[in-house]
Each structure stands twice: as C-alpha cells, then as structure tokens.
C-alpha cells in the first residue's frame, strides 16, 4: 500500500463545477499537506499549503485537512477551462525529514467550455 | 528569467549509454532535489542536497550518482541506461535547510527515453 493514495481519475467536468480532490494516507508523522498542479509538459508548482488540520481558502480554491481521518481535499470553485492540469497532492513530516515530500500519483482534471 | 533551469529538456539514448542531465537554480536556495515522475504521473524523490550535501538518498539504484558542485547547481549522472529508467525527471529546489514547510520551486523536467 503507498503512502498516499490520490485517484488518478480522469476527472472531466463542465465550467463552472465545483471540483473535489482528495487523498487520504497512512504516515500520522505527516503535518505539512500541499497541493501541486502541473500542466502539462511543465514542472509541478505549488498552488495551496496547509499546516496541520483545518481549511484554507484562497481565492477559488479551498484545501482541508482532516488529520483524525489522514485524508486531504481541494475543492476548486467556479472551475475555468484554465483549471485543467494534474493535480497532485504532497506531504510532509517535520524534524529530521529534510524537506521529504511524498506525493499522491496526481488526478488528472479537464474543465471544458 | 528562468528560477530552476535543466539541460537537456529532452534525451533520447540507447540501453546501455551514460548520460548526464544538469540542473541550476537562481534563487539563491540552499536545498536541491531530484524526483522521478513515472508514465503514470507518479513524482518520486530521489536525491536532495542541502549546501552540497548529500541529504536525503531514496532507494535508488547506483547508477544514479548525483553531483553538486555549488549550491545553484546539482547534476545527476546516470550508468548503464535502462528502459525503466525513461521518465521525466524534475530538479527542485527550496529556500532554507530541506524542511518540508519549505516551498519547492520545480524546473521544467527532463524527459529521457531509453531505447
């Protein structure tokens, strides 16, 4: 079983949906939970970072971590066709990790017009 | 101006073949990384470098050997080419001393196939 477990989808939704990314895993030392996109034929960037449990929100996007569950999501509100790409989440452990991350296989999301 | 820059963007070698594949960043980091990225999507860390120093070394056979001459560069060398080993490989880097809270910043990938 991996660590992180992320479905790779394909996810295809209409402009304007709402979509929910999740990943759920199994490492409790895990306290840093990001999510990257990667379009394609690029380098993944950093879209959202959360600390421990809870929300953020930013803009369209939301990321939640519930902790007690070892599960992640994003949630993309108002999703444009500019949205589509792989989303990939990530996490990390504090103390002697060095910066580790370990990702989830990335979903892959089309948005069309 | 490119912050995390990789040469070659893309290789195509036989089974067998040694090949180097070099990484620079601009941004005045002190940590580096390596990730695998399989045809599945699946980002794999390989190798970090903090201040030239070898920090973080995954499973990972030894033929890869990576090499930091500097803090703003960091090659990874590669024995004996192997079909498994084509995939896109991603340098990274992140600002201070490799925690994970610390961004990191991805170049565009190298995408070598192994024939």
């Known amino acids: 079983q991996k660590e992180v477990e992320q479905d790779p989808g394909p996810l295809s939704v209409p402009e304007g949906a709402i979509v929910s990314l999740n990943c759920t895993y199994s490492?409790?030392?895990?306290?840093?939970f990001m999510w990257y996109r990667q379009y394609s034929r690029k380098g993944p960037e950093l879209l959202m970072y959360t600390y421990s449990s809870g929300n953020k929100e930013d803009g369209r996007f939301t990321a939640q971590v519930d902790k007690s569950s070892k599960y992640i999501s994003l949630f993309i509100r108002d999703s444009q066709p500019s949205d589509s790409a792989t989303y990939l989440c990530?996490?990390?452990?504090?103390?002697?990790?060095?910066?580790?991350?370990?990702f989830g296989q990335g979903t892959i999301l089309t948005v069309h017009p | 101006d490119t912050a995390v820059s990789q040469t070659p963007k893309y290789l195509v070698t036989q089974m067998g073949n040694d090949k180097s594949i070099k990484c620079e960043q601009n941004l005045g980091h002190d940590t580096m990384y390596w990730y695998k990225q399989d045809s599945k999507k699946f980002l794999k860390i390989m190798f970090s470098y903090n201040n030239k120093e070898l920090i973080i070394n995954e499973t990972v056979p030894n033929r890869f050997s990576p090499k930091s001459p500097d803090k703003a560069h960091l090659n990874l060398h590669i024995n004996s080419l192997e079909l498994g080993d084509s995939a896109v490989y991603f340098c990274a880097s992140s600002q201070v001393g490799g925690r994970a809270l610390d961004t990191q910043y991805f170049g565009p990938g190298t995408r070598l196939t192994v024939l």
């Open positions: 490492n409790s030392a895990f306290q840093y």
């Open positions: 990530a996490m990390g452990a504090g103390g002697t990790s060095y910066g580790k991350l370990t």
